[in-house]
């Protein structure tokens, strides 16, 4: 595979306890290790990116051309009233399906990785149909819970008048009072496999050992995952909230698209950043697409996902103490 | 009377130890339960008639109801074996890519230090934060360019970079907390730095690349957009599109889309086992040869490196005595 010469071997690794060091930079090896990736990644997801801020920052006269701007597109999106409205409903939606991730998701998913990890028997099988939704085409989950939901079939109605609960039966995908939430939690339902398969490798990554010298020490099962367990998978636990924060302005849109269009009915309730994008970008029936304002929502969406990261980067994965396992 | 004592502690326990068991399989059943009910019940009203779909949507197709009208309708109207051929050639080639150089990228920047290393590391992770959904009229203008409009490469090249940044995130976290005494060791038996990648470190990642290439699968398997705007001809055409598509056509004829959507998911289903399988299974790096230092001077000072540092090392492998004992598990 390489020429042995060149890397001879170093010193018998004696070094300090506790301090990791790297080893130094010798030559080509990083290059080629590094190279095939940046250049795939550079050509296809980085320029784009950077041709698309550009283009935020320009505008489109009628023949075609494009003049300097500045930063007139962001002004227009965050305070010409026919965007600002729109701009902030679908920053708020974007929260409030962000929220209903963080708190149904995600602890949904650690319960169950926890008791996978008990080692429960059937417990593979558990785990392989939890997993089905996550695995099928969004196109596929909204058009299954648009039949299930829909009053034509009736099959919740029928579903919740078998526990005596009928009379709770609503459209809820066409209220708008209750579309957001419903699109959430199809969505929670379709994803929840991927915390809980994270959080469950992270689970069987912990040595025997460790819990082991913890029953020694006379914890139950209780203390094992909330004193042992727990405070291991931390980092894990930190990827997930990041993967759902970043997720919610990406993923969300396939989803809406799929069951409510990109008008995000009933009344723009379920409205997110990713499909007003869309509509900008592509235009819709009363409007032409605008490349450059879509390029300028691409932008600010860009920008507060930078900020969602920053501080993660800057509050949270900073304090997590990682253990070689 | 300590007889009893103890018995009846153990059955207490035992007790404790069912009730607990009969709580958890509740809860995982429950879910379960939750998560398959859609699916099932999509696939048994594809093979009722219309009068069955509507009257009685929760029974299983029986005399009077069942009909395979919705599957005739789908075989005879859609061209699923290509659109399926297509999704997996896709699929399966952007991950192999993915996870080939998203590994190599990661233990660059996990295990050697070297200018920029930092700054690469935020540069690759970057598109985690960024979709590339952001720069489509721009992927659009540069597969124009390229002449790869309306072939899979076009859709094989855009997962390959959508994919990297989150593989390159997970398997650098995951890197760093590999021993870096079994490497050392490595290197102290003569191995060059690309066979210490292919032979010490791939099989130690091996449970978390599995884990990656479930992740990196999903949204390549599932991804509307792409398929849309670049390879939306008869011939490149992918599963999700092809379905999108076919249900549009077909939004009143109620078991041709039930039918479709079976079609869609049974694959699903079937691949699923190989994909969970290898991800979970516990591997021992002690069973692969070469990699156990011999020297005495190299045992000692991995030895003594285990007693000094406090961390717990990788299941036993820093110290040569537990071999024999890991073997068996």
Redesign the interface.
């Known amino acids: 595979?390489?020429?042995?010469t060149?890397?001879k071997?170093?010193g018998?690794?004696?070094r300090p306890?506790?301090r990791?060091?790297?080893?130094?930079?010798?030559g080509a090896?990083?290059f080629?290790?590094?190279a095939?990736?940046?250049l795939?990644?550079t050509?296809?997801?980085?320029?784009?990116?950077i041709?698309?801020l550009r283009?935020s920052l320009f505008d489109g006269l009628e023949d075609g051309t494009a003049v300097w701007a500045g930063l007139d597109n962001y002004a227009t999106l965050l305070f010409d009233p026919n965007w600002a409205t729109q701009f902030w409903r679908a920053f708020w939606n974007n929260l409030v399906l962000f929220f209903i991730h963080m708190v149904v998701q995600n602890p949904?998913g650690l319960?169950?990785a926890a008791?996978?990890s008990?080692a429960?028997?059937?417990g593979?099988?558990?785990?392989?149909?939890?997993?089905?939704?996550?695995?099928?085409?969004?196109?596929?989950v909204g058009?299954?819970?648009e039949?299930?939901l829909s009053p034509l079939?009736?099959?919740s109605e029928?579903?919740l008048g078998t526990i005596g609960l009928a009379w709770l039966y609503q459209p809820w995908l066409g209220l708008e009072s209750s579309a957001l939430a419903t699109v959430s939690l199809i969505s929670v339902?379709q994803y929840v496999g991927?915390p809980m398969?994270?959080i469950?490798?992270a689970l069987?990554?912990i040595?025997d050992?460790?819990i082991d010298a913890a029953r020694v020490d006379g914890l139950g099962?209780w203390s094992i995952f909330w004193k042992v367990k727990l405070p291991l998978i931390l980092?894990t636990l930190g990827?997930v909230a990041?993967?759902t924060y970043?997720g919610n302005?990406?993923?969300s849109?396939?989803l809406i698209y799929?069951i409510q269009g990109s008008l995000g009915a009933p009344n723009f309730s379920t409205d997110v950043m990713g499909t007003l994008?869309f509509r900008t970008?592509f235009g819709q029936q009363l409007q032409v697409g605008d490349?450059h304002m879509?390029?300028t929502i691409?932008?600010m969406?860009?920008f507060i996902?930078?900020v969602g990261?920053t501080i993660y980067l800057a509050l949270v994965q900073r304090r997590l103490q990682?253990?070689?396992? | 009377m300590t007889d009893t004592a103890s018995s009846n502690r153990a059955r207490a326990s035992r007790a404790k130890g069912v009730s607990?068991?009969v709580a958890?399989?509740g809860?995982?059943?429950g879910?379960?339960l939750?998560?398959?009910f859609?699916?099932v019940?999509?696939i048994l009203n594809s093979f009722k008639n219309r009068r069955g779909?509507?009257t009685d949507?929760?029974g299983l197709p029986g005399e009077g109801t069942f009909s395979l009208e919705g599957y005739a309708t789908v075989l005879t109207q859609g061209d699923f074996a290509t659109y399926f051929s297509n999704s997996l050639i896709v699929t399966v080639t952007a991950l192999f890519?993915i996870l080939l150089?998203?590994a190599?990228?990661a233990?660059?920047?996990a295990?050697?230090?070297?200018?920029f290393?930092t700054l690469?590391g935020i540069?690759?992770i970057?598109?985690?934060?960024?979709?590339?959904?952001?720069?489509?009229?721009?992927?659009l203008e540069?597969m124009v360019d390229l002449n790869l409009v309306n072939t899979l490469l076009a859709l094989i090249?855009?997962y390959?970079?959508?994919g990297?940044?989150?593989a390159?995130?997970?398997l650098t976290?995951f890197m760093?907390?590999?021993?870096?005494?079994i490497k050392?060791c490595a290197?102290?038996?003569?191995?060059?730095?690309?066979?210490i990648?292919?032979e010490v470190v791939v099989p130690l990642i091996r449970?978390?690349l599995a884990?990656v290439a479930?992740?990196s699968m999903?949204?390549i398997?599932?991804?509307?957009?792409f398929p849309l705007i670049l390879a939306s001809g008869d011939a490149t055409k992918t599963?999700?599109l092809g379905?999108?598509q076919f249900?549009g056509q077909y939004t009143v004829n109620w078991s041709a889309?039930?039918a479709s959507?079976s079609i869609?998911?049974l694959p699903?289903?079937g691949?699923?086992?190989p994909?969970?399988?290898p991800?979970?299974r516990?591997h021992h790096i002690g069973r692969r040869q070469g990699l156990t230092p011999h020297h005495p001077?190299?045992r000692r000072?991995v030895r003594?490196?285990a007693t000094?540092?406090?961390?717990?090392?990788?299941?036993?492998q820093g110290d040569p005595r537990r071999r024999p004992a890991n073997q068996g598990r």
């Open positions: 595979m390489s020429d042995p060149t890397d071997p170093e018998v690794p004696t306890a506790g990791r060091k790297r080893r130094r930079a010798a090896h990083i080629v290790f590094l095939p990736a940046l795939i990644y050509v296809f997801s980085i320029y784009p990116l041709e698309s283009l949904l319960l169950l008791l996978l008990l429960p028997r059937f593979s099988a558990y785990r392989t149909l939890i997993f089905v939704p996550t695995l099928l085409s969004v196109v596929i058009f299954i819970w039949l299930i079939w009736g099959v029928t579903l339902w991927i398969m994270l469950y490798a069987l990554s040595p050992e460790l099962g980092p990827i990041i993967l970043i302005f990406t993923v849109f396939d799929s994008l970008f490349t879509g390029a691409a932008s969406m860009f996902i930078l990261v990682r253990y070689e396992m | 607990t068991r958890v399989h809860v995982l059943a879910y379960t939750i998560a398959i859609p699916v019940l999509v779909i509507f949507p929760l890519l150089l998203g190599m990228a233990h660059a920047l295990e050697y230090r070297f200018r290393n690469l540069y690759l970057l598109g985690i934060m960024v979709p590339i959904r952001l720069g489509t009229v721009a992927i540069l090249l855009v390959t970079a959508q990297l940044p989150v390159v995130f997970i976290e760093r907390t590999l021993s870096r005494d050392d290197r102290v038996d003569g191995l060059s730095e690309y066979r990648f292919f449970p978390v884990t479930v992740f999903i949204p398997w599932n991804d509307l957009w599963v999700t379905v999108q249900i889309v039930l959507l869609a998911i699903v289903l691949a699923l086992r994909v969970l399988a991800a979970y516990r001077e190299v000072s003594t490196h000094r540092r406090p961390q717990v090392l990788w299941r036993g």
